[in-house]
Nanobody, 120 residues
Framework: VQLQASGGGLVQPGGSLRLSCAAS????MGWFRQAPGKEREFVAA????????YYADSVKGRFTISRDNAKNTVYLQMNSLKPEDTAVYYC??????????????????WGQGTQVTVSS
């Protein structure tokens, strides 16, 4: 299974970006991020069936995760971006239905990462 993430870039504080990740035949999809010198951290997740969503407290109200089942794609709309959102963003997927979404060990597949830089 290959996950293809895209949509990163350089944006000014307060700006927006939308990340995309193409995948198929999987269950929960998630986004994580890793800043230099820090551990990879959970950002958001969405159940492939039912659409229940989960968010880290640091992004609630600013980021929205969604999925398009017809296109086998999950999106992360990021608004009101802050410099502390700067990181490499990774999409991840589970290949079985689990009740856990917040830890890297909950996921079976990972994309290659896309850089998001928030700077003026």
């Amino acid at each position: 299974v290959q996950l293809q993430a895209s949509g990163g870039g350089l944006v000014q504080p307060g700006g927006s970006l939308r990340l995309s990740c193409a995948a198929s035949g999987l269950y929960t999809m998630g986004w994580f991020r890793q800043a230099p010198g820090k551990e990879r951290e959970f950002v958001a997740a969405v159940m492939w069936t039912g659409g229940k969503t989960y968010y880290a407290d640091s992004v609630k109200g600013r980021f929205t995760i969604s999925r398009d089942n017809a296109k086998n794609t999950v999106y992360l709309q990021m608004n009101s971006l802050k410099p502390e959102d700067t990181a490499v963003y990774y999409c991840a997927a589970q290949n079985t239905l689990r009740g856990r979404v917040y830890y890297t060990t909950d996921y079976d597949y990972w994309g290659q990462g896309t850089q998001v830089t928030v700077s003026s």
